[in-house]
């Protein structure tokens, strides 16, 4: 059964308790991380699962709340001996910056450094990202400040389907990202340009059939967020979950 490692879920403003949103997905064959909050490795410790079965890393956007822990991670990696590859996935926009972040703390230079590649995703509709043994991933265009992904992840084992909204208002590429999703995991920091509210969460999770729905990258400073589950519930009547750093959930 794969599972979801829940890392971080506060959305810019990160607390003592809450990290910036950040998840991976964990099959038989190694974990995929999406987004890369300040520390990702030590989460992994946490879980049992070994850093160096890593290999996919996916950035849905280059704001600091979803990037800013890649140099961290790889610094890390590199001094702990790492020599296994690893691959990101992100849009143009975002990957051009990456390696111009990296070439800024001449990673060119650190000796003996494990092979990273970078690779490029269409910013269109159901846009390949990438598919291993356990893991079918397409992207689609969500509307945030920057260009932005949202992702639909396919169980390959079971066939279910798990949604990511990312960062993004409501907008009408959801309703094909997030179609009859068994798991939809969207954004709640609030409605206004670039996000969403716990409301319009619930309706899209109950415009588009998803069978359950998980509260993600909210506010917490000075914050109580569990509020957000009621104020969901007032337009989807389906299971609701307000997510916690350190959630495992069976996928």
Known sequence: MARILIFGTAAAVSDANHENTHFALLGDHGPVLVDCGSNPLGKFQFEGVDDESLQDVILTHFHPDHVSGVPNMLMHMWLLGRQAPLRFYGLHHCMNRMEDMMVGFSWQEWPNFFPVTFHRVSERFAAPVLENEDFRITAWPVQHFIPTI????????????????????????????????????????????????????????????AKSLYLIHYW????????????????????????????VFEF
């Open 150 to 209: 949202g992702l639909r992840i396919e169980n390959k084992q079971n066939g279910k389907i798990l949604a990511y909204t990312c960062d993004t208002q409501p907008t009408a590429s959801l309703d094909e990202l997030c179609k009859g999703a068994d798991m939809l995991i969207h954004e709640s920091a609030g409605a206004g340009f670039g996000h969403s509210s716990a409301r319009q969460a619930g309706e899209t999770a109950t415009r588009v059939g």
């Open 220 to 247: 917490v400073w000075n914050t109580d967020p569990a509020p957000l589950v009621e104020e969901a519930r007032q337009t989807y009547d389906g299971p609701i979950t307000l997510c916690q750093d350190f959630d």
